[in-house]
């Protein structure tokens, strides 16, 4: 699988963007996806996770309320609706695919620690808000 993520960009804070991730060589249904990001001298955490075979979708506190993970099975795609953006949510933002078995166990998981559970990864796309 390969993923190409696109929508970043510089926003002032309280603005959004809609980042996407075109997924080539394989349809969604197999996956689970997630969105990773990975702030200067940070680690890279989990914001979102989403089932490619039946939508259902996950988010980190940091980011609930805010943000909205979608799929689109025509199009091969998933995307990140940021909202309400803060400065702190500056960060390369990543997409991520790998089988859906964690999901089973999402409520007990913390998202932000779930990079492992991904075996394929987007280039990434930088995201920068401005105060």
């Known amino acids: 699988v390969q993923l190409v993520e696109s929508g970043g960009g510089l926003v002032q804070a309280g603005g959004s963007l809609r980042l996407s991730c075109v997924a080539s060589g394989s349809t969604l249904d197999d996956y689970a996806f997630g969105w990773f990001r990975q702030a200067p001298g940070k680690e890279r955490e989990g914001i979102s996770c989403?089932?490619?075979?039946?939508?259902?979708?996950y988010y980190a506190d940091s980011v609930k309320g805010r943000f909205t993970i979608s799929i689109d099975n025509a199009k091969n795609a998933v995307y990140l609706q940021m909202s309400s953006l803060k400065p702190e949510d500056t960060a390369v933002y990543y997409c991520a695919a790998g089988p859906p078995l964690f999901l089973r166990d999402i409520e007990r998981i913390d998202i932000a620690a779930t990079a492992s559970e991904y075996d394929y990864w987007g280039q990434g796309t930088q995201v920068t808000v401005s105060a």
């Open positions: 989403i089932s490619g075979s039946d939508g259902s979708a």
